[in-house]
């Protein structure tokens, strides 16, 4: 109890799970522990890590994973924390979507047949009749769903519901049904769509499954949940550099929360590591950084990434790999060089308010003017922030 409970923000109730456990342990038959997750983008980051990561907990103790792949649910895509209807998915992007996710999911779970059961969502929901979703359906009052906050304030507001979105919590819960979970994870985000799957297993005749609530993750700029669409993220498929330097960029505030939601470090390690009387916040960073590139690429690659990161930011070099920034003869705009050329900014304002912060350099000459144009040199470093660097060609017409 006490390992699965770390870092939890609810759990309804700590005594069903007790009891589940229990009755698991007297009889050997393995807990089902479910885990849906809708394919609405290809990349998972440190902040899907944090349920993924729960769920081995419940595999390491002996229980079976159920990870679904919402296929069918993604369709309508979560309206959790919506302030408009999302645009439905084709079935080809949810598909493409789905297939990094079981190589992603693979680098926290263990995937091996006797303990993971991986299943796609469009399995039974695909089946249901006409009949058979007006009985789903019956389960569930609009009072109940007006409860949710998502849905009381786009009703207050005015702003439209599709009667489909309705009908998201309710194909969730039904999951549970369809593969008599024991136990449901999800980020307090899920927290309706989860207590949904304890009543509709109910109104089947089954017992309510545990609903067991992770936290969200704050990304890199300490304010907003992790989010690719934010770019404050840290995807698990990073280079081990861009991994251990994103991590080394979290506010000091993070550091005690990432460590208890990303490692298995004990408490006590925990506290000692984020006081900053104890232990300098540069050096418990880099732990945690080192740590984190360490579990999805080897440990190696985490002391690499930190010699590496040291090299560069605390002594002033340049990384020894970087990189090829192709120009052409002749001057060019800055913000072109950054953003069409290197890539190494998303849009034309993004790169010039890089410029006005001095985040721009080349060849350690910084940069102030947004609206300058240069004649880069061969084989210069074009640096953008504190992560980017590249090393510009100048390719002349002939080559």
Known sequence: MELL????EAVYSAQELENRLAASYKTGKPLRVKLGMDPTAPDIHLGHSVVLRKLRQFQDLGHKAVLIIGDYTARIGDPSGQNATRPMLSPEQIQANAATYFEQAGKILDTSEGKCEIRYNSEWLSQLTFADILHLTGQMTVARMLERDTFALRFKDQTPIGVHEFLYPLMQAYDSVRVQADVELGGSDQTFNNLAGRDIQRAYGQPAQVVLIMPILVGLDGVQKMSK???????????????????????????????TLLTDLPGAQVAELTDANRTHPRQAKATLARMIVGQYHGQPAGAAAEEEFTKVFSQGGTPEEMPQVVVGPGAIGIVELIVKVAGFAASNSEARRLIQQNAVSIDGQRISDPY????????????????????????SPSR
């Open 5 to 8: 409970l770390r870092g939890s």
């Open 229 to 259: 669409s934010k770019g404050n993220y840290v995807g698990l498929t990073d280079t081990p550099k861009d991994m251990f330097g994103k991590v080394m960029s979290i506010p000091d505030n993070l550091m005690a929360n990432y460590f």
């Open 372 to 395: 300058a144009s240069l004649t880069p040199k061969d084989g210069a470093v074009l640096k953008v922030g504190k992560l980017r660097f590249g090393r510009i060609t100048v390719k």
